[in-house]
């Protein structure tokens, strides 16, 4: 629920437009969400729904096939989660940000910092879990 509000507050903080008839932070659950979509007239001109995770992503999957939506060609489904890659399951999109990619903007932004403050020196420590063990 944070990472969706977050989400909502960035696109507004930015100015970003988006529909807030199509954000529904207070469903008990996606599929709950979902009908509600699904059920609203002025909303069924939607065409991607964003899940927190995985597992919401598959609940939902079938619900849009009962209304006659096919994923990915009429409704694209994203997940907040990491992907998984079970067998005869399809790969649901997710959003996630490499790690060498944000350790690079944190190191970019860093040293304009200290470079404005007249020092060139960076110190600090990359702390990165092995996800190999989980």
């Known amino acids: 629920d944070q990472v969706l509000l977050g989400y909502k507050h960035a696109l507004e903080k930015n100015f970003l437009p988006f529909n807030r008839n199509l954000v529904f932070m207070d469903a008990t659950s996606s599929s709950v969400a979902l009908q509600e979509l699904l ?9 991607a729904l964003l899940v927190a995770d995985e597992q919401e992503a598959q609940r ?11 994923v990915p060609e009429d409704i694209m489904v994203f997940s907040l989660g990491g992907s998984l890659h079970l067998p005869g399951i399809p790969v649901i999109p997710a959003i996630e940000y490499s790690m060498d990619a944000m350790a690079a903007r944190i ?12 020092s060139y020196v960076l110190r600090g420590d990359l702390i990165i879990p092995d996800v190999r063990k989980r």
């Open 39 to 47: 059920n609203n007239a002025s909303t069924l001109n939607f065409n």
């Open 107 to 118: 190191v970019s932004w860093l040293t304009e910092k200290t470079q404005m403050l007249g």
């Open 60 to 70: 939902v999957i079938p619900q849009l096939q009962a209304f006659n939506k096919s």
